[in-house]
């Protein structure tokens, strides 16, 4: 069974960055899209950015021009570059990949913290 392994989450201050990963645990056959979810405690989780298999991205626009995805099809990873990173970025952050025949992947997630 493949999983996602996220790696790259931690405490941060205002201001500050970080860049999560995501890695498959074994070779996904035609990943249609990689994308990043966050949830914050008392809320639902919300899109923060996906990137198509051509490389087309799409932000919330609330890490519009702070935040960049990009992803490396060879490896099956997706990054996530956080940049000006504040409190309210605060939330687990989940890598999603979705495959040919709406076969999605869920990884378990990794804990962003931005201190004021």
């Known amino acids: 069974q493949v999983q996602l392994v996220e790696s790259g989450g931690g405490l941060v201050q205002a201001g500050g960055s970080l860049t999560l990963s995501c890695t498959a645990s074994?070779?996904?056959?035609?990943?249609?899209?990689m994308g990043w979810y966050r949830q914050a405690p008392g809320k639902q989780r919300e899109l923060v950015a996906v990137?198509?298999?051509?490389?087309?991205?799409n932000y919330a626009d609330s890490v519009k021009g702070r935040f960049t995805i990009s992803r490396d099809n060879a490896k099956n990873t997706v990054y996530l570059q956080m940049n000006s990173l504040k409190p309210e970025d605060t939330a687990v952050y989940y890598c999603?990949?979705?495959?040919?025949?709406?076969?999605?992947?869920w990884g378990r997630g990794t804990q962003v913290t931005v201190s004021s």
């Open positions: 990137i198509a298999d051509g490389g087309s991205t």
């Open positions: 074994r070779n996904i056959f035609r990943i249609n899209s």
């Open positions: 999603n990949y979705m495959a040919t025949y709406g076969i999605t992947y």
